[in-house]
């Protein structure tokens, strides 16, 4: 049996009401060379095991592959499970409730193809709530430099988007399924990723990102931003050349994320500040032509203003100078916050 140049991993949980229209937007797809494996990770409240079933029995198509977990995994087990099973050089994503526009495996091989020393490549997605437009985008950068100064402090990459050769995942591994470090998967996965290979997003956006809607009320401390700050704490260290991050490079992650719960406030504002420059300056040497000029000053303006607001929380009342004349924060932002 010949193998197909690319696998989509769909993972299902609770999606029967979404997931025949992923389905059809890979199936539907320019580029034919293809499987899509499609995970049901053992659903306990829908019907999605019978959906994924009713689909290949009536859509007859031999690239359609089902596996039915008896046992749920969580997204980066089921995720892990699919490329297991996958025959393709390339492994792409594809989300239960998002939708894939027709060219896009068909672009994303051809640059991959055409870029061998690439190993992680997005899009850029329209961004939707359910079905209705939104005139929103997700416009994260395009270009390797760009984007790991970026993956300092966040993820820039649509996860539903992805396209990653499969040799990259024999070099760095799989999806993590250690607790304390996922979600966020995909970012602790791209990150891994980054350190030994260039990556790219497409400029065109190639997938429809469907919002759901959810509570975003919460009390207490917010465990997916702590594993956020841990990942970004490690790619700082890592830009800086340290074996591990310090405490500097857990403030700034922190900060960088608008998680003054996780900043202690302990590390002085130039201490921060030569992180990221010194960063910059590492990816931009590797990456010859490469300007991070302009992030650069965006990043430290983000963070001497989060670094004003943490820092007013613990501020002494009745002080002779307010909080942002004592503070070491540039002029034009000062006049920008008000001081």
Same mark, same amino acid.
């Given at each position: 049996?010949?193998?197909?140049?690319?696998?989509?991993?769909?993972?299902?949980?609770?999606?029967?009401?979404?997931?025949?229209?992923?389905?059809?937007?890979?199936?539907?797809?320019?580029?034919?060379?293809?499987?899509?494996?499609?995970?049901?990770?053992?659903?306990?409240?829908?019907?999605? $095991?019978?959906?994924? +079933?009713?689909?290949?029995?009536? %859509?007859? =198509?031999?690239? *359609?592959?089902?596996?039915? @977990?008896?046992? #749920?995994?969580?997204?980066?087990?089921?995720?892990?499970?699919?490329?297991?099973?996958?025959?393709?050089?390339?492994?792409?994503?594809?989300?239960?409730?998002?939708?894939?526009?027709?060219?896009?495996?068909?672009?994303?091989?051809?640059?991959?193809?055409?870029?061998?020393?690439?190993?992680?490549?997005?899009?850029?997605?329209?961004?939707?709530?359910?079905? $209705?437009?939104?005139? +929103?985008?997700?416009?994260?950068? %395009?270009? =390797?430099?760009? *984007?790991?100064?970026?993956? @300092?402090?966040? #993820?820039?990459?649509?996860?539903?988007?992805?396209?990653?050769?499969?040799?990259?995942?024999?070099?760095?591994?799989?999806?993590?399924?250690?607790?304390?470090?996922?979600?966020?998967?995909?970012?602790?996965?791209?990150?891994?990723?980054?350190?030994?290979?260039?990556?790219?997003?497409?400029?065109?956006?190639?997938?429809?990102?469907?919002?759901?809607?959810?509570?975003?009320?919460?009390?207490?401390?917010?465990?997916? %931003?702590?594993?956020?700050?841990?990942?970004?704490?490690?790619?700082?260290?890592?830009?800086?050349?340290?074996?591990?991050?310090?405490?500097?490079?857990?403030?700034?992650?922190?900060?960088?994320?608008?998680?003054?719960?996780?900043?202690?406030?302990?590390?002085?504002?130039?201490?921060?500040?030569?992180?990221?420059?010194?960063?910059?300056?590492?990816?931009?040497?590797?990456?010859?032509?490469?300007?991070?000029?302009?992030?650069?000053?965006?990043?430290?303006?983000?963070?001497?203003?989060?670094?004003?607001?943490?820092?007013?929380?613990?501020?002494?009342?009745?002080?002779?100078?307010?909080?942002?004349?004592?503070?070491?924060?540039?002029?034009?932002?000062?006049?920008?916050?008000?001081?």
């Amino acid at each position: 049996m010949t193998s197909p140049a690319v696998s989509v991993i769909l993972s299902v949980y609770n999606g029967a009401e979404d997931v025949p229209t992923a389905v059809a937007s890979i199936l539907n797809q320019s580029y034919a060379d293809l499987e899509l494996i499609v995970i049901d990770d053992a659903s306990p409240s829908d019907n999605s $095991a019978a959906v994924i +079933r009713s689909l290949q029995e009536e %859509l007859g =198509d031999p690239r *359609l592959r089902i596996e039915l @977990l008896q046992e #749920n995994r969580g997204l980066a087990g089921a995720l892990n499970h699919g490329i297991g099973l996958a025959r393709g050089k390339y492994i792409a994503r594809q989300d239960q409730d998002d939708v894939s526009l027709p060219e896009r495996l068909a672009k994303q091989v051809g640059y991959l193809e055409a870029h061998s020393d690439c190993g992680l490549l997005g899009t850029r997605a329209e961004i939707r709530i359910a079905d $209705a437009p939104t005139g +929103r985008r997700h416009m994260h950068p %395009l270009a =390797d430099a760009e *984007l790991k100064f970026a993956m @300092l402090f966040n #993820n820039p990459f649509v996860h539903s988007s992805v396209m990653v050769p499969r040799q990259v995942f024999d070099v760095v591994g799989l999806y993590t399924t250690d607790r304390n470090r996922q979600p966020p998967e995909d970012y602790e996965l791209w990150s891994r990723v980054a350190r030994r290979f260039r990556v790219a997003n497409l400029e065109e956006s190639l997938l429809i990102y469907r919002e759901v809607p959810k509570s975003m009320s919460r009390v207490g401390p917010n465990p997916f %931003l702590k594993k956020l700050v841990t990942i970004g704490a490690e790619n700082l260290a890592f830009a800086n050349g340290m074996p591990k991050p310090d405490i500097a490079c857990r403030e700034t992650a922190a900060l960088m994320n608008a998680g003054y719960d996780e900043a202690s406030g302990s590390v002085e504002l130039p201490a921060m500040e030569r992180l990221i420059t010194t960063a910059a300056t590492a990816i931009e040497a590797a990456s010859p032509g490469a300007d991070l000029s302009g992030p650069l000053r965006e990043a430290l303006a983000n963070l001497a203003h989060h670094y004003a607001i943490r820092h007013s929380r613990s501020a002494p009342e009745g002080a002779g100078q307010s909080l942002l004349e004592r503070l070491p924060i540039p002029r034009a932002l000062r006049r920008r916050l008000g001081g």
